[in-house]
């Protein structure tokens, strides 16, 4: 049997705008300028620069207020439930790209100039190679990575060209031609291994007594070499401390990462654009957004007078009225638009200035022990917005200080008891325990045991565990490969 009732549901949805709204705030400078650049190119209503008249802006209030602009267009003129009612959502706003950050569109930019792989075929080319080793040579050029290793076994190099090349060959033929592969530059491409890589790179040099020593730790005691035992590799190599100390001083010379000095290689150089500016005059903080994320826009004039003269029009046809919709919709956006860059900006600044009042010490002394325990949940009680605001601003915009560039994010921080039962921030913590590794004796590193006990008579008392966690944080190695000799 059926039967009709009525039941009451509460929900919360966002609109298009405030999808909208959010996005423009989690865009960093130079994102905002590409989509500030793509509004002005697909809205003709939107304008940059000074506005002539000021009293445009309040004309087009009275003109075409959300409230009240359907009526006071078409009221006398045209049918606007035939053409646009109230309850109709313009075309402009259902396209807000309704997508999450993770999904957003990303473009590959090309970069001009010879690629990594190319520079090594121009130098292959001044090598005499039969066929089959040229085809072998230029696969071989194929499989370095971006860190100028090959990785891969010489079977499944044998395999590959077989089937793919149609070159059939031996193992021992293609370890000859990564041979001729490995003299090529920069030196130390085409290793097989880091081993391999730090021992082409010595061979290259000048042969000397330090020089010759590094290639034999590396060729027969590559193992304890990584691992620092020392005393090992002097009892091995029957060689004193100072010998040892000039070959590892050879060793750190080289670059295990060959492929990265290439200066053509096409990886992009991120070039970061504050987005606020702190300075300190006369003891006092001063904050200003970037001029770049403020841009002066305005609602066209042209098409205001479109407007217009299509409400003096005696006889109005099908097309002009079609035409004073499409009007509309462009003034709406544009108008729209105005006041989501006024939101961003004020949005911005209100964040910006309650997390330089609260990190107020920081900003005036530059001492990270200075920083105070903060959370985002701090800065949107304060401001009384949402924590995931706060994070659109945190995480993905930068402030030039004077103590240099750097991610909003970094200033915040979870928050500890001290002896005294104090809140101190757990980057304080960090500061003090990169300051004390810095300062120990590198023949003897600490331990994290001896660590947890510096920081617990300097007024920490924190765990062994969480010494070792805050010390992978600051990406410190263990005490055994801090060791110097």
């Keep these: 049997m059926l039967k009709q009732h ?63 602009d359907s009526e006071s267009i078409n009221a006398e003129d045209i049918n606007i439930d035939e053409y646009l009612s109230d309850d109709e959502i313009p075309e402009y706003r259902t ?34 190679l039969s066929d089959d080793e040229w085809s072998i040579a230029e696969f071989l050029v194929g499989s370095v990575d971006e860190s100028g290793y090959i990785r891969r076994p ?44 730090l021992t082409i790179q010595l061979k290259r040099k000048e042969i000397t007594p330090s020089i010759e020593l590094a290639i034999t730790i590396l060729e027969k005691s590559f193992d304890q070499f990584t691992k620092k035992h020392y005393q090992k590799l002097i009892q091995k190599h029957n060689i004193t401390e100072e010998d040892l100390k000039k070959a590892i001083s050879e060793i750190e010379k080289l670059n295990p990462k060959p492929g990265g000095s290439y200066s053509g290689n096409t990886r992009m150089i991120e070039h970061i654009v504050p987005d606020f500016s702190i300075k300190i005059i006369d003891g006092e903080l001063e904050l200003t957004l970037n001029g770049r994320n403020a841009p002066e826009l305005h609602v066209s004039r042209g098409y205001n007078n479109m407007l217009e003269g299509y409400k003096n029009a005696k006889e109005k046809s ?34 910006m200035n309650t997390i330089m009042h609260y990190q107020e010490e920081y900003f005036l002394t530059g001492d990270e022990r200075n ?24 995480n993905s915009k ?10 909003i994010k970094e200033y915040f921080s979870e928050s500890m008891k001290n002896d005294q039962g104090e809140d101190v921030s757990t980057k304080e913590i960090k500061k003090i325990l990169e300051n004390v590794i810095g300062e120990e004796e590198k023949r003897k590193p600490l331990t994290d045991d001896k660590l947890a006990d510096i920081l617990k008579e300097k007024g920490y008392p924190i765990a062994r565990r969480t010494v070792a966690k805050y010390r992978e944080q600051l990406s410190i190695p263990v005490a055994r490969m801090r060791k110097e000799i």
């Design 6 to 68: 009525l039941s009451f549901k509460l929900s919360q949805k966002l609109s298009p705008q405030q999808i909208q709204l959010m996005k423009l705030i989690q865009l960093p400078t130079q994102a905002f300028e590409q989509r500030l650049k793509q509004e002005l190119e697909e809205n003709p209503a939107l304008e940059t620069g000074k506005e002539e008249s000021d009293d445009f802006d309040d004309e087009y209030e009275d003109e075409f207020n959300d409230e009240t």
């Design 95 to 128: 396209q807000a790209n309704n997508y999450s950050a993770d999904d957003e569109e990303k473009t590959v930019p090309y970069a001009a100039g010879t690629s990594f792989n190319q520079y090594l075929i121009n130098q292959l080319n001044t090598i005499y």
């Design 154 to 197: 010489i079977n499944d190099i044998l395999d590959d060209l077989a089937f793919t090349q149609n070159v059939y060959t031996e193992a021992e033929t293609i370890k000859k031609v990564l041979k001729t592969v490995q003299e090529l530059d920069p030196p130390g491409v085409g290793a097989t291994s880091l081993e391999e890589c």
């Design 318 to 351: 099908k097309s002009q009225k079609d035409t004073v919709l499409f009007i509309k919709q462009k003034l709406d956006a544009a108008k729209w638009f105005i006041d989501a860059i006024k939101q961003r900006q004020q949005t911005l600044f209100i964040t």
């Design 371 to 394: 920083l105070r325990p903060m959370i985002l949940k701090d800065i949107a009680d304060t401001i009384q917005m949402d924590v995931s605001t706060v994070s659109r601003v945190a």
């Design 398 to 407: 930068y402030v030039d200080t004077p103590y240099g560039t750097r991610l």
